[in-house]
């Protein structure tokens, strides 16, 4: 049985009640990015410079609009983008419920792939109020991913034993996981032994 109730698919369809979200999560994203809380490449979400000012548009149609940044400068920063943040991304991208935006989708992957690089809970470097908003985003954008946590396994953590295991890579861990509190909590000394057996 899921840990989490699914949602009826006639509820999916318009996927508005969830937009707000998706804007607070990707604007929290870029602003830890800004902050220095999520390494500097995560200002770009990985994105050409014309899409990422598109999105902060549309997220943001009455606020400031963002001066572009130098095409070589912007250039140096996308150069510095991890192979794992273009993976965690791709992997949520590929998990798209068939109903979302796919626009709204990529941004909201990006974002997710960027804050998993941080050293914080997977919320807190989205800028989201709890793990049950990031539940109510992965439900919304990712459901074939949502239905897959069963157990109710952390985010970040989900994330990254679900990459791993696509990739023939158990032992594959979040970046700045094991600075946390709740490290053993997630990796149990006997699944830790396990794993290197």
Known sequence: MHAFPLWPAAELAPLRSGYELLVKAVTGALQHARQGALPPFARTLGLPQPELLALLSTC???????????????????????????????????????????????????????AALGTRFLWQDLGLAGRHELTALIRLYFQPLYQRNTTDVKWKRFLFLELGALQGNPRLKPPGCSGCG????????????????
């Open 60 to 114: 943001h149609p009455r606020g400031d609009a963002q001066a572009p940044i130098p095409e070589s400068k912007y250039a140096a920063i996308v150069g510095t983008v991890p192979r794992l943040f273009s993976d965690v991304a791709a992997m949520l991208a590929e998990r798209r419920t068939p109903e979302a935006d796919p626009r709204h989708a990529d941004w909201l992957a990006r974002a997710i792939a960027a």
């Open 182 to 197: 709740q490290f053993k909590v997630c990796y149990p000394p006997a699944m830790e032994a396990s794993a290197q057996r």
